[in-house]
Nanobody, 129 residues
């Protein structure tokens, strides 16, 4: 079992920054790749970013490239999502999720939420115009 707890969301003006974090606990957390997804009101949950178990590979949705950066600190069992140049359309509940490394067949595995084993409860990010 892996437990995930997000924090660090909040309200920010357009153009501002936030850095949500996701604290993981449980067995062999370092064996899991981590992803961030988001769900805006009335929309489906979508992929935002992911990072391999080692941190050596990262993946981002086109809509956040150049603005968001995912990183992890395995010593702290924590994953971060640095969000810069925020836009009102980034407003959503942001969820982190864990994907066991043994299930990663190719890079596309990271993008599909159905592949992830564990999910956090989400943190709200609101960007005002």
């Amino acid at each position: 079992q892996v437990q995930l707890v997000e924090s660090g969301g909040g309200l920010v003006q357009a153009g501002g920054s936030l850095r949500p974090s996701c604290a993981a606990s449980g067995r062999t957390v370092s064996s899991y790749a981590m992803g961030w997804f988001r769900q805006a009101p009335g929309k489906k949950r979508e992929f935002v970013a992911a990072i391999s178990w080692s941190g050596g590979s990262t993946y981002r949705a086109d809509s956040v490239k150049g603005r968001f950066t995912i990183s992890r600190d395995n010593a702290k069992n924590t994953v971060y999502l640095q969000m810069n140049s925020l836009k009102p359309e980034d407003t959503a509940v942001y969820y982190c999720a864990a994907l066991h490394e043994s299930r990663i067949l190719y890079s596309g595995t990271y993008y599909a939420q159905e592949n992830y084993d564990y999910w956090g409860q989400g943190t709200q990010v609101t960007v005002s115009s």
